[in-house]
């Protein structure tokens, strides 16, 4: 196969001082756009009397944007809000986010930010290796998540055939993976392990299929790499991280050399990353939360949009693989809400499938949090394989309780739960209950 692994080598590989000032020519335009049609936007702007086309000097003075924002908006301008540039009539698309953090918030797009939507995966999928003759399968079911639809669209232009997954059971996923002979695997990461226990349990090693590349998103999982190991394992393939959303779009990818974390798009999205207590910007290398304007949607835009997440954002040294692009060492780290204080001590999700997914018999877990006075506690209930014993079991368990005891300081009791009774997910997984008090 022949790979080099860019969608635009140019302006991939653009001088930082070049993709710079191209970054602000856009942003100009971009904003002039919005602005003059732009009622959300508009509004918000006058509003702290910004009247003027800010400049990058004037950046820190435009206000942030954040999705409870964008939900009151829609609820006061039903169906879909103010936040469009340009008249109703002109929007081909519709999509919602997925809702695990609150209602779902519909996202429309015209045909040209739809086209935006779909560049964004042509350099996700070559940046992994997909080719022309490429096979991908979607394991997505037809719906208004965003994640099955710009891919499936981006496949055919790069000359792949596109296997929908969409009104399959998981066991006829695998059974069609085989029969078509996929050579490209897009899912969430908890779903990749999903589909693989699924085959194991019918007799199936799914490693012996063609999948070579799997492309993930929706979790932090995929740049984890105690999970990135266990999918490339029992698959037989290589696992990419990729990173977006609804309301943003598809911004960030891992490289073929998987060295520096997960590339940022900078072509399309301005990136910042400030202190979430502060909203100070933070020094790069330090933890903080990830800000995104995006270049590419005029239509559905969204400026110095609070995402959340948790990222530590690189400084603008090259990567080796010739990307000027910063990027998010490690991928998303976290998100910011998701962080639990259990007896004084901040834990978060990512830290502990960093280590549970360091052992191989346990197939699946979900964490319940409650009250024990003023303090939270955490009980981790998980699935282990259910051809060994109860001994070996129970050795298992003691073995990870053991281990987050040392390496995050902080007893958390752990618990059998019996095989597949725990919740498997296609989309998001929602790993962590929290118990109303009783």
Not at 38 to 60: C, S, T
């Amino acid at each position: 196969m022949n790979h080099n692994f860019f969608y635009d080598r140019e302006l991939e590989t653009l001088k930082r001082d070049q993709l710079e000032i191209r970054q602000q020519e856009r942003l100009r335009h971009f904003l002039r756009t919005v602005l003059e049609n732009n009622v959300f936007y508009k509004n918000k702007f006058e509003q702290i009397g910004l009247r003027d086309l800010p400049d990058f000097k004037d950046w820190e003075h435009v206000p942030f944007t954040t999705k409870s924002e964008l939900v009151r908006d829609v609820e006061a301008h039903p169906p879909y809000g103010s936040n469009l540039t340009f008249p109703l009539d002109q929007y081909i698309r519709l999509h919602q986010t997925s809702g695990t953090t609150g209602r779902p918030l519909p996202v429309l797009d015209t045909q040209e930010s739809w086209n935006g939507w779909k560049k964004c995966w042509g350099y996700i999928f070559r940046a992994a290796g997909v080719v022309p003759g490429d096979r991908i399968f979607l394991a997505f079911s037809f719906g208004p998540f965003i994640g099955f639809w710009p891919p499936f669209e981006m496949a055919q232009e790069l000359g792949c055939r596109v296997l929908s997954g969409g009104g399959q059971s998981s066991l006829q996923r695998i059974n069609f993976i085989f029969e078509h002979q996929a050579t490209v695997l897009v899912c969430t990461p908890s779903y990749a392990l999903h589909l693989a226990e699924v085959a194991q349990l019918h007799g199936i090693n799914p490693a012996s299929s063609q999948i070579r590349i799997t492309i993930h998103a929706g979790e932090p999982g995929a740049s984890i790499p105690a999970t990135k190991k266990r999918i490339e394992t029992l698959w037989g393939a290589k696992c990419y991280d990729h990173i977006g959303a609804s309301e943003i779009g598809a911004y960030g990818f891992e490289c073929h050399l998987q060295t520096g974390g997960v590339h940022v798009n900078e072509i399309d999205f301005l990136v910042e990353s400030v202190n979430p207590a502060t909203l100070k910007p933070v020094t790069p290398g330090e933890i903080g939360e990830l800000i995104i304007t995006s270049l590419n949607r005029c239509a559905y835009p969204v400026i110095r949009y609070r995402t959340g997440d948790l990222v530590r954002l690189s400084d603008t040294s090259p990567c080796a693989c010739g990307r000027t692009f910063r990027r998010l060492m490690g991928g998303i780290l976290s998100r910011a809400d998701d962080m639990m204080t259990i007896r004084g001590v901040n834990v978060y999700p990512s830290s502990l499938e960093a280590i549970l997914r360091e052992f191989q018999e346990i197939v699946e877990f979900e964490g319940q949090v409650s009250k024990d006075g003023s303090m939270d506690q955490l009980l981790m209930k998980i699935e282990v394989d259910g051809s060994l014993q109860h001994s070996e079991r129970e050795r298992v368990r003691l073995r990870l309780q053991e281990a987050m005891r040392m390496r995050l300081g902080l007893r958390i009791d752990v618990e059998l739960a019996a095989h597949g009774s725990l919740p498997r997910y296609e989309l998001k997984a929602r790993r962590y209950k929290r118990q109303a008090p009783q």
